[in-house]
């Protein structure tokens, strides 16, 4: 049973620059949720996609936008890059229809360089 | 004041020790709580979920929550190098959004 799968795994970038981010869920999940984890620091929630639709969003700017394709499959794009968006991005599944009491299991994450 | 304060680290222990990690938290809001581990240049791995305050065991971990001080903990038991990671508590209310702490690394030696 595959998890969750995130490419690229490692990905170099320069101000001002334009970035796509992907992620496919576990198997059988339908929710997938985006987090920006800076060195030393907890995830932050960016935003959550179910049935292709972001359904909640954290404090992030529009910079960040995302998608959810049929399949479940997810992406996260980021525009105009800055510096400080340089950070390990993590993408989780679940089933739940973003349900409080589902679990989140998470990948191994995109580490983004903005140079 | 952040919604989730974590005990800062780093913590190093001897092979064996029991190790304990907590947590705080000012939303009372908040009804389930988590523990992820997470080596190094790798996803959090869920730990322990619970929701009622009171204890969680599970093999060497056990979770405990007390709603009413707004605080959570994690105990390691006869710990293991292989526990050798960060620990992160997190936390979450009426939706699937998670709030989590900054981590804290452990190291436990051989």
């Known amino acids: 049973d595959a998890g969750v799968t995130q490419s690229p795994t490692h990905l170099i970038k320069t101000r001002g620059q334009q970035v796509t981010l992907r992620c496919s869920p576990k198997s059988g999940h339908d929710t997938v949720s985006w987090y920006q984890q800076a060195l030393g620091q907890g995830p932050q929630f960016i935003f959550q996609y179910y049935e292709e639709e972001e359904r909640q969003r954290g404090n992030f700017p529009d910079r960040f936008s995302g998608h959810q394709f049929p399949n479940y499959s997810s992406e996260l794009n980021v525009n105009a890059l800055l510096l400080g968006d340089s950070a390990l991005y993590l993408c989780a599944s679940s089933l739940g229809q973003g349900e409080p009491n589902e679990k989140l299991f998470f990948g191994s994450g995109t580490q983004l360089s903005v140079l | 004041q952040k919604e989730v304060e974590q005990d800062p680290g780093p913590l190093s222990v001897p092979e064996g020790a029991i190790v304990s990690l907590n947590c705080t938290y000012s939303n009372s809001a908040f009804q389930y709580f988590m523990w992820y581990r997470q080596y190094s240049r790798k996803g959090p791995e869920l730990l322990m979920y619970t929701y009622s305050s009171g204890n969680k065991e599970d093999g060497r971990f056990t979770a405990q929550v007390d709603k009413s001080s707004k605080y959570i903990s994690l105990f390691i038991r006869d710990s293991q190098p292989s526990d050798s990671a960060t620990y992160l508590c997190?936390?979450?209310?009426?939706?699937?959004?998670?709030?989590f702490g900054k981590g804290i690394t452990l190291s436990v030696r051989p």
């Open positions: 997190a936390m979450k209310g009426a939706n699937s959004k998670l709030t």
